[in-house]
Nanobody
Framework: QVQLVESGGGLVQAGGSLRLSCAAS????????MGWFRRAPGKEREFAAA????????YYADSVKGRFTISRDNAKNTVYLQMNSLKPEDTAVYYC?????????????????WGQGTQVTVSS
């Protein structure tokens, strides 16, 4: 069982930055691929970024590529999402997810555990 707790969300002006954190319980964090997904108001949940277990290969949605960076600290059981050059369309609830020995899939079905989410609001 893995429990995930996100933090770092908030209100920011367009062009600003935020860093989200996701703290995981358990001793096998390094064996999990970690993903960030988001759900904007009135829209379906969508993939934002992921990092594989093992070598930590990263993947990004086209909409965030070049602006967001996902990273992990296995010693701290934490995954981060650094978000720069934020746009109003980035406004969403951001969810952290964990998938055992995953490659960093963009599909939500590849992840077994999910956090409760953290709200990010970008004002224009």
């Amino acid at each position: 069982q893995v429990q995930l707790v996100e933090s770092g969300g908030g209100l920011v002006q367009a062009g600003g930055s935020l860093r989200l954190s996701c703290a995981a319980s358990g001793r096998t964090f390094s064996s999990y691929a970690m993903g960030w997904f988001r759900r904007a108001p009135g829209k379906e949940r969508e993939f934002a970024a992921a990092i594989s277990w093992g070598i930590g290969r990263t993947y990004y949605a086209d909409s965030v590529k070049g602006r967001f960076t996902i990273s992990r600290d296995n010693a701290k059981n934490t995954v981060y999402l650094q978000m720069n050059s934020l746009k109003p369309e980035d406004t969403a609830v951001y969810y952290c997810a964990a998938g055992y020995r995953g490659g960093g899939s963009s599909s939500s079905y590849a992840y077994e555990y999910w956090g409760q989410g953290t709200q990010v609001t970008v004002s224009s």
